[in-house]
């Protein structure tokens, strides 16, 4: 069964760290570029990170940028996104979402596979 399973979500104060894993279970994440979505409440959905398939492609939302980082671990078949200086807007349900393709890009839509997500909130 094709699965991705987000976890590392919790509840951290302003300025504190996660770091959140996207674990692929059925399949290998090595043909796929893979997306971080989050969606706060009242608000639609949104990229925050990408990384493409062999993962020398990366890609940040200008609100978290220099502040997050994504990475991938091919042989835990996992993908993770530190956030450090947490900030309160950045509370919402994180979501992984893995999309097919071999050219090292990554973008935010089209994905093929996503997980159910995982939830953050950063208290002020």
């Known amino acids: 069964q094709v699965q991705l399973v987000e976890s590392g979500g919790g509840l951290v104060q302003a300025g504190g760290s996660l770091r959140l894993s996207c674990a692929a279970s059925g399949f290998t994440l090595n043909a796929y570029a893979i997306g971080w979505f989050r969606q706060a409440p009242g608000k639609e959905r949104e990229g925050v990170s990408c990384i493409g398939s062999s993962g020398g492609t990366t890609n940040y939302a200008d609100s978290v940028k220099g502040r997050f980082t994504i990475s991938r671990d091919f042989a835990k078949n996992t993908v993770y996104l530190q956030m450090n200086s947490l900030k309160p807007e950045d509370s919402a349900v994180y979501y992984c979402?893995?999309?097919?393709?071999?050219?090292?890009?990554?973008?935010?839509?089209?994905?093929?596979?996503w997980g159910k997500g995982t939830l953050v909130t950063v208290s002020s």
């Open positions: 979402a893995a999309d097919r393709r071999l050219d090292n890009s990554c973008v935010y839509y089209a994905m093929d596979y």
